[in-house]
């Protein structure tokens, strides 16, 4: 695909005026700036997060290896650093609706994927969050850029009241390349790409924020994890939207091709996710997924 395709896309954008205040929140109150702790409040913000592992994939650090891991980011960039960059660049601005509910799915969806793949919630110190939490937060990438980009006709084809409803909902990718051009798996492949991040986040990015249509053609278990914790997320009230491309059948399907001790923890971390919702973000019960 040429890169020209993909004019008018807003791939990143200025941290929000949110994460600089728990920044200097914690200056303030005198907890250590670990990568970590940065890590989980840069990844309120997927563009934050993105625009992180962008720079620490940069040619200038000589690095071996691509980062896909925030926390490993930070601590290339230096958690000082990183601090100042966040505090002094932020902004504070009107965020269409459509990105403030992405946003809030990808926070979840990480959390879950690192819970699934490392056996406990990502915490600051201990189980700071790594490849599969990195994973779960740009799973969506694709739909969070169209939904920043062009944000009337992004609200337009996720409307599926009776009366708005402009399309089959259960086609995702129609609409979207009718309308822009390219659809948000085409979009998350070539932001991962733009962005020099490891393959195996590509890959997921190349979703789209959707199930895998057929999951045992995968020869990476990293994507049918990071279905699965999408669909938990979204089964606890964390869904950005209730538009239809949910395919329930191929997140179940995903299921049964992980390892024996993820799947037996599935139904553990759905009970977690009742009992001891998100304190940050608020299930909405009326965007839940078909």
């Not at 913000?45 to 071996?64: E, I, S």
């Not at 609706?97 to 110190?125: K, M």
Request: some cysteine.
């Amino acid at each position: 695909m040429e890169p020209t395709l993909f004019t008018g896309l807003t791939l990143l954008r200025p941290p929000l005026e949110s994460l600089a205040e728990r920044i200097r929140n914690m200056i303030e109150t005198g907890l250590p700036l670990e990568a970590g702790a940065l890590a989980l409040i840069a990844a309120r913000d997927p563009f934050t997060a993105a625009g992180l592992l962008k720079r620490a994939n940069n040619a200038y650090y000589g690095l071996r290896n691509t980062v896909g891991s925030l926390t490993q980011a930070i601590e290339v960039l230096e958690p000082p650093s990183v601090a100042r960059m966040l505090m002094s660049t932020n902004m504070d601005f009107h965020e269409p609706d459509a990105v403030v509910a992405i946003r809030r799915e990808a926070y979840a969806t990480a959390h879950i994927s690192h819970r699934l793949a490392e056996g406990s919630w990502p915490r600051a110190t201990g189980a700071p969050p790594g490849m599969a939490f990195s994973a779960g937060l740009l799973y969506s990438y694709g739909s969070l850029v169209l939904a920043q980009s062009f944000p009337s006709q992004y609200g337009a084809i996720t409307d599926v009241s009776p009366q708005t409803i402009l399309f089959d909902t259960h086609d995702w990718r129609t609409p979207q390349q009718l309308l822009f051009g390219f659809d948000a798996a085409e979009t998350g492949a070539f932001a991962g790409l733009r962005f020099a991040l490891p393959p195996e986040l590509v890959d997921v990015m190349s979703l789209g924020g959707h199930p895998i249509a057929h999951p045992s053609t995968l020869s990476s278990s990293l994507p049918l994890l990071v279905c699965v914790a999408s669909q938990l997320a979204a089964d606890a009230g964390y869904a950005a939207t209730a538009y239809g491309s949910r395919d329930v059948e191929s997140a179940d399907a995903a299921r049964h091709l992980l390892d024996e001790h993820l799947e037996c923890s599935i139904d553990a971390v759905a009970a977690e996710l009742l009992s001891h919702p998100f304190s940050s973000i608020r299930p909405v019960e009326t965007h839940q997924a078909s």
